[in-house]
């Protein structure tokens, strides 16, 4: 399979058998959430899984998450409380005042300050993920407003706030993502996800102060607000990687216009040659069901066929009874849907786009090649791991293998389409003789395969240089 499976790991998944039978079913990236622990409680799952990386010999990243700037409402007095559609409601702060409270209205506590300022008479807030949904009424105090409820259901203490399509401007790195991030890095994570991103200063702060740890990761902006992918373009500029987020994007926006959306955003994505991973609810009944839903299928199978490299499973993963089945379903899913995409991507690289960089031509080139020569795989000697990316961008049929030196590229190419990482030794060779050596030596390829190789050739007198050659290599 060549789209890459991202796995949540919780209390379903996190004991080292459970994880050695997911790494089995083809996981390559393991994620972390930090809105659901810290340091302390992810240290050992860390370990178990370096553990696992050098007992199968596959390179596996760890990512984790970061909560960002996710509001809750307080403490709901007795837990919970039952509403009704056209119920009235208080929301904020009851300490500041009463307003017309006369003990008989449902009080949502609620702190924020930067929060209750941007709201106005007619705003929407979702709770929940869009579970319950208010209608802002008016306002008794600067922190206390009536609000009414569009639905009917149950609150609960410690919900999610959201004001959906009201940008709030709030920095995406709050002091405890600062902190988790410390933690994370000195425990060795290999990506890192930034929640609620909104402009490209977002990613740049995360990069910053990654690289005031001494770090160098890379950032995935998570597409949760839809001022985030109304600055897409920009974002892609700085990010690393995108991931669309459709829990919370879904609340943003009118659910009816998300799949478009998802299909921009992927379309974006694999134009910049950044990598992309769709996230949300893809196998959702299996928390609880054996086998998916066949809305769930056609959903997973329509996300490869859009063209994401990652598929992220969350709570199917986390908390599910059947984690390891869910990745089972999900790994022959999307192998059928990369039937046809090859069929549609075999269309594609004919197709010479103007727009095209050096670079871009370059793996076009080598695609075309292996397409034509009917190579084996594409082999590419990638230090930072772009030339694998640009290469992945193209979907071709063979394999990507990537030989990089340098064990954070090895954990970075895992998020894109069709590549295998390779970690290999610096040495005396230059780049081309170190992918010939690779080929010779390893034992799946067999004598008279062909190949196409992508290497930096210096001139003499160099000491590297950016790829710059194409090659059709017969073992």
């Known amino acids: 399979m060549r789209t890459k499976i991202i796995a949540t790991i919780g209390p379903a998944s996190s004991s080292k058998p459970v994880l050695a039978r997911l790494v089995e079913a083809g996981v390559r990236i393991f994620r972390l959430n930090f809105s659901h622990g810290n340091a302390a409680d992810f240290e050992g799952l860390i370990a178990a899984i370096r553990d696992l990386e050098r007992e199968y010999a596959v390179p596996l990243t760890i990512l984790q998450d970061l909560p960002g700037p996710k509001f809750r409402i307080g403490e709901i007095n007795g837990g919970s409380a039952q509403v009704e559609k056209g119920q009235k409601l208080l929301l904020g702060d009851g300490k500041e005042a009463p307003g017309p409270e006369d003990g008989s209205r449902v009080l949502i506590p609620f702190t924020h300050r930067q929060i209750l300022e941007s709201m106005e008479e007619g705003d929407i807030i979702a709770l929940a993920d869009g579970a319950l949904q208010l209608l802002v009424g008016k306002r008794f105090t600067p922190g206390l407003f009536e609000v009414e409820a569009l639905s009917s259901g149950i609150i609960t203490s410690r919900k999610g706030l959201a004001l959906p399509g009201k940008p709030v401007r709030l920095a995406a790195l709050t002091e405890l993502d600062r902190k988790n991030l410390a933690d994370g890095l000195r425990l060795g994570v290999d990506a890192v996800a930034l929640s609620y991103v909104q402009t490209p200063e977002d990613i740049r702060e995360a990069k910053q ?203 970075d190419l895992n998020f894109s389409w069709g590549v295998k990482p390779c970690l290999i030794k610096e040495d005396g060779f230059t780049h081309l003789e170190r992918v010939e050596n690779f080929i010779e030596a390893h034992s799946p390829f067999t004598s008279g395969e062909v190949f196409v190789i992508t290497a930096g050739q210096p001139k003499k007198g160099q000491s590297s240089i950016e790829t710059n050659l194409v090659k059709i290599y017969q073992k």
């Not at 839809?226 to 459709?246: F, G, K, P, Q, W």
């Not at 478009?260 to 299996?286: D, E």
């Not at 997973?300 to 063209?307: E, K, R, Y």
Request: net charge negative; aromatic share 2%.
């Open 209 to 411: 102060f990654i690289r005031e740890q001494g770090c160098n990761i890379p950032v995935i902006a998570k597409l949760e607000r839809r001022n985030a992918v109304e600055n897409l373009e920009a974002i892609l500029e700085e990010t690393n990687i995108v991931m669309v987020a459709r829990g919370d994007l879904g609340v943003e926006c009118p659910l009816e216009d998300l799949p478009a959306m998802q299909k921009r955003i992927i379309r974006a994505c694999n134009r910049a040659g950044k990598p992309v991973i769709v996230a949300t609810q893809m196998l959702l009944s299996m928390v609880h069901s054996p086998s998916p839903t066949r809305a769930e299928v056609t959903d997973v199978a329509n996300a490869v066929l859009d063209g994401a490299d990652c598929i992220m499973l969350s709570e199917e993963t986390a908390m599910g009874n059947y984690p390891v089945e869910t990745v089972e379903y999900m790994d022959k899913i999307a192998s059928s849907a990369e039937q046809l995409l090859q069929e549609r991507a075999l269309g594609q690289l004919d197709k010479l786009a103007a727009d095209r960089t050096v670079p871009d031509f370059l793996a076009f080139s080598a695609c075309l090649l292996a397409r034509r020569s009917g190579a084996s795989a594409l082999v590419a000697h990638s230090r930072s791991g772009a030339t694998a990316r640009l290469l992945s961008a193209h979907q071709p049929s063979q394999p990507i293998f990537a030989l990089t030196p340098c064990r954070q590229a090895l954990h």
